[in-house]
């Protein structure tokens, strides 16, 4: 017996085609178990945490499930993610999927070159030699959800399914 949730991401009837600069996420900080390990299959009854990260091109209109109750927890948390990227002469970028990073570290394989970081998330190449491969961890804010998961009476072998929605409208 399981709960299978879904994240979902709805940008409302104003939004143009193609919008993007929102994602939801399960939070590897909060959903851990008994053994300490991150959790990604939840039982009837248990607590999940996840994380909703956005542009400023957006607001949060709703965030509603089928089932269970979701709870508003914090606005901002903070979170540290990862990124290779490849840079091939002075100049080269690389975009982020998050946006307003900070503490950007970065880890050089071979040649150097100053990475810096431009416009909240892009991260470039400024002087140096080339090409240039890069991992780097940098920080991001979110806010922070969880869903009280129902109690269905489940068999053995079968998954209750819930979908949260995060309603999302320009800003």
Not at 90 to 119: M, P, T
Request: one cysteine or more.
């Amino acid at each position: 017996m399981s709960i299978e949730a879904s994240l979902i991401v709805d940008y409302g009837d104003e939004a143009a085609a193609g919008a993007g600069g929102v994602f939801l996420e399960l939070d590897n900080a909060q959903n851990i178990d008994a053994a300490g390990e991150v959790k990604s299959q939840f039982s009837p009854g248990d607590t999940v945490y996840f994380l909703l990260h956005h542009s400023s091109a957006w607001v949060l209109s709703e965030m509603n499930s089928t089932s269970g109750t979701i709870y508003f927890i914090n606005d901002p948390v903070t979170r540290t993610r990862a990124m290779q990227a490849d840079f091939v002469r002075e100049g080269s970028s690389q975009q982020s999927q998050y946006f307003s990073i900070f503490n950007l570290v970065k880890v050089v394989y071979g040649n150097d070159a100053a990475i810096l970081l431009r416009d909240n998330n892009i991260i470039y190449a400024g002087d140096g030699v080339f090409p240039v491969t890069a991992d780097m961890t940098f920080s991001t804010t979110f806010k922070l959800f969880k869903l009280v998961c129902p109690t269905p009476v489940l068999a053995d072998d079968e998954t209750y399914r819930i979908r949260i929605v995060a309603y999302m409208e320009p800003s």
